[in-house]
């Protein structure tokens, strides 16, 4: 497999972590009965949510006090100018897992629909959707990242507004072309905030395969030892 990463990069080896095999469909958004089983389990079989979407805002609001409560202790959504505020890959996997309803201006979305208004404003939603997706029915809370393209802050279970994040990953499309040099200065900044670097590959059947990043140095092998004769 090959993620466009220039093998010349001889500073930063990038070694397979773990990997998971997503069942999806050709167009990456369905999901098989056991992972909706497991996504289930993570948020809650009693959970449903009103949310309102304001596209030309480009915000998705919970105004409920107790909702916003439930979301809060699952790790969705923030507050933002006293807003309880969703972004778009929560709402999406609500969405997915049938934990919302989101009402427009004169509609209400279902995924497919959201899922299209979303791609007009970020044409890497479903790559950033399919990982993000990924890690959180995997337990894990997921935020975005420090701004780095498609990156996200990841928390184990019971650790966001706990502890910092132990994780920053990075999303890649396989195939994807990026300059070595540029890519070796992602990892140094995130590693430099103290953060372990996980590279996210999404592969062309969607599967999402991991990669976890560490740094080589090749010393000076040209020196010779003097024979004794």
Same mark, same amino acid.
């Given at each position: 497999?090959?993620?466009?990463?220039?093998?010349?990069?001889?500073?930063?080896?990038?070694?397979?972590?773990?990997?998971?095999?997503?069942?999806?469909?050709?167009?990456?958004?369905?999901?098989?009965?056991?992972?909706?089983?497991?996504?289930?389990?993570?948020?809650?079989?009693?959970?449903?949510?009103?949310?309102?979407?304001? !596209? +030309?805002?480009? $915000?998705? /609001?919970?105004?409920?006090?107790?909702?916003?409560?439930? =979301? %809060?202790? *699952? @790790?969705?959504?923030?507050?933002?100018?006293?807003?309880?505020?969703?972004?778009?890959?929560?709402?999406?996997?609500?969405?997915?897992?049938?934990?919302?309803?989101?009402?427009?201006?004169?509609?209400?979305?279902?995924?497919?629909?959201?899922?299209?208004?979303? !791609? +007009?404003?970020? $044409?890497? /939603?479903?790559?950033?959707?399919?990982?993000?997706?990924? =890690? %959180?029915? *995997? @337990?894990?809370?997921?935020?975005?990242?420090?701004?780095?393209?498609?990156?996200?802050?990841?928390?184990?279970?019971?650790?966001?507004?706990?502890?910092?994040?132990?994780?920053?990953?990075?999303?890649?499309?396989?195939?994807?072309?990026?300059?070595?040099?540029?890519?070796?200065?992602?990892?140094?900044?995130?590693?430099?905030?103290?953060?372990?670097?996980?590279?996210?590959?999404?592969?062309?059947?969607?599967?999402?395969?991991?990669?976890?990043?560490?740094?080589?140095?090749?010393?000076?092998?040209?020196?010779?030892?003097?024979?004794?004769?």
């Amino acid at each position: 497999m090959t993620s466009g990463i220039d093998p010349h990069n001889d500073s930063e080896s990038v070694q397979k972590d773990l990997s998971t095999d997503l069942d999806l469909s050709e167009t990456h958004t369905e999901t098989s009965n056991e992972e909706k089983t497991s996504n289930e389990e993570n948020i809650d079989s009693n959970f449903l949510i009103e949310a309102v979407h304001h !596209i +030309k805002e480009r $915000k998705t /609001i919970v105004l409920e006090p107790k909702q916003q409560d439930q =979301l %809060r202790n *699952k @790790g969705f959504g923030e507050v933002f100018n006293k807003e309880y505020l969703l972004n778009s890959l929560e709402s999406l996997f609500l969405l997915q897992n049938n934990k919302i309803k989101i009402y427009g201006d004169k509609t209400e979305y279902d995924f497919s629909t959201f899922l299209k208004t979303m !791609i +007009k404003k970020d $044409k890497k /939603i479903l790559t950033k959707y399919l990982i993000f997706r990924d =890690l %959180r029915s *995997k @337990g894990y809370v997921v935020k975005e990242g420090f701004g780095f393209g498609s990156d996200f802050r990841i928390y184990e279970r019971g650790e966001y507004n706990k502890k910092t994040s132990k994780y920053v990953s990075i999303g890649l499309n396989e195939g994807t072309n990026i300059k070595a040099m540029e890519f070796a200065e992602v990892i140094e900044q995130v590693e430099n905030m103290g953060k372990s670097v996980v590279i996210a590959v999404v592969e062309r059947r969607g599967e999402v395969i991991y990669y976890k990043t560490s740094k080589m140095t090749f010393f000076d092998n040209n020196k010779t030892k003097k024979l004794v004769t």
